[in-house]
Nanobody, 115 residues
Framework: QVHLVESGGGLVQTGGSLRLSCVASTTILGEYIKGWYRQAPGKQRELVAT???????NYSDSVKGRFTIYEDNSKSAVYLQMNSLTAEDTATYYCYCKLGPYDLWGQGTQVTVSS
């Protein structure tokens, strides 16, 4: 089965930037949706951003204009560029891929934003 490996999380100050990476163990082809979710302590997991095989993107209102999702299919990777980070962005971030009937999840990477 395909697995997703995340990296790029860490500790950053308010206003700073991070780039999260998610690399698949194999090339993803055909129709798919890739995305990033996040979950803060005591809260539900929420959708952050998605991208499809047609390169259509969607963002949650809370990150629109600050975050950018993009992919490099030659590396089987999807990225989340996060700018102007605030404490409300602190969460565990999970990458996601829906491919046909399959729902794939990364292991999660922690993002902590401090002042």
């Amino acid at each position: 089965q395909v697995h997703l490996v995340e990296s790029g999380g860490g500790l950053v100050q308010t206003g700073g930037s991070l780039r999260l990476s998610c690399v698949a163990s194999t090339t993803i082809l055909g129709e798919y949706i890739k995305g990033w979710y996040r979950q803060a302590p005591g809260k539900q997991r929420e959708l952050v951003a998605t991208i499809t095989n047609t390169k259509s993107t969607n963002y949650s209102d809370s990150v629109k204009g600050r975050f950018t999702i993009y992919e490099d299919n030659s590396k089987s990777a999807v990225y989340l560029q996060m700018n102007s980070l605030t404490a409300e962005d602190t969460a565990t971030y999970y990458c996601y891929c829906k491919l046909g009937p399959y729902d794939l999840w990364g292991q999660g990477t922690q993002v902590t934003v401090s002042s």
